[in-house]
């Protein structure tokens, strides 16, 4: 796919995690923040900026935004730390980097974007992943940088609980702290550029209290991220576990390319697989003709997306579109 360039074949969907808040948390910050983001990385894209530029600086700034469950403002670990895991896919080629178990890279998706392009490899965890961010001349920080006070107390109920959650969990995290329903989850970026091509990247600080050295489907490509110019691009957020034995992403593509399915019916599909895995969640899509697909099987998502019309719309929950 390689299009005569035309700002009418931008696409642009972010989000900002799926999960079941509380019935009356209206989430206008978070709808605001990605917004704000959106509009930035559209405007980049209507400039003649790359799909793979747009989801990249659109997560950034995500994750530079603490309401989110991606760099500051990271859910933590078992033992109080943050582990970021994040990733970005090229469609064109299918190009891709992905980070995971991160404590010190101050942002996360800009190694996965600088493995995607300055090094043979794909993947780097932990250690090896630090390093190699301080060879590249990335910028680092102490893991406090990324921890906030709603992070610990929220770390604080779920170990009292007992339990393993999603972000926005409100029920299995038990009687959460009111502020903590601030603080909502994974964020992600899919773009389809003037030229037809696409691209996706996720980032997420994971589940609260999760066993360290856990990692989610976020920086699984073919699983949370997943980018093909053939057929679609996808950024997930709900349970990893599930959305890696799903196979997410590449569910998605192969119903494209091989059955004939449209986007919202592959997606569908591989919610279901999801499901049957024991998980929830929701993800971001957009396919190659410039369709988009958002749904969600928890409450509520936290999504903007930019479709035909050109014009930026946000929701949480099923109906709440503006
Ligand atoms: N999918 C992420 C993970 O399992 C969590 C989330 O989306 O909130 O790491």
Redesign the pocket.
Known sequence: MNLTPDPGHVRLALHG???DPPPDADGRAQREALRAIAVQAHALLVAGGSALDAVTLAVERLEECPLF?AGVGAVLNRDGRPEL?AAVMDGRVRACGAVAGLARVKSPVRLARAILERTPHVFFAGAGAEALARELGLEMVEPDHFITDARRRQLAQARKAGAIT???DHESAGDRPRDDDAAF??VGAVARDARGHLAAATS?G??TNKLPGRV???AVIGA?TFADDHSCAVS??????A?IRAGFGLAVHARLSWCGWDLDRACAEALHAVRRYGGR?GCIAVDRDGQLALPFNARSMYRAWVGADGRVHTASRPQDAD
Do not use: R
């Open positions: 995690g799926a999960g469950n895991d999603l972000d926005h989850g994974t997420t994971g589940l989610g489907d976020s949370g997930c957020t709900g349970t990893g576990e959305f969640g």
